[in-house]
């Protein structure tokens, strides 16, 4: 595999585990009343590569459902990073 490759996908997964812990504690923040995190900055890292973990986060700790635009603008977002890296992977993945 493409040592290129391999960075681009550490890069999408440590967003994605990055983002994903970012909505857990943007529900519990709002759960205690504390200080939260910004709509924006949500927004920031999951376009920049943490699509997937902001999609888990929403599902998992059931944070942002009532929102419209976050349900489907995290879903299009992890299905377009996932579909981009399987694109790169099969298209440069391979050392041949």
Known sequence: ???IIIIIIGFYI???IITYFIMGHDKAAA???KRRVPERTLW???IF???LGAYL???TYRHKTKHLSFRIG???LAIAQIALLIWAYKTF???V
Request: charged content about 10%; overall charge positive.
């Open 93 to 95: 993945g391979s050392d």
């Open 31 to 33: 759960r205690a009343g």
């Open 57 to 59: 986060g929403m599902i």
């Open 49 to 51: 590569g943490g699509g």
């Open 74 to 76: 995290f879903t299009l």
């Open 1 to 3: 595999m493409s040592p």
């Open 14 to 16: 440590v967003m994605s």
């Open 44 to 46: 920031k890292f999951a």
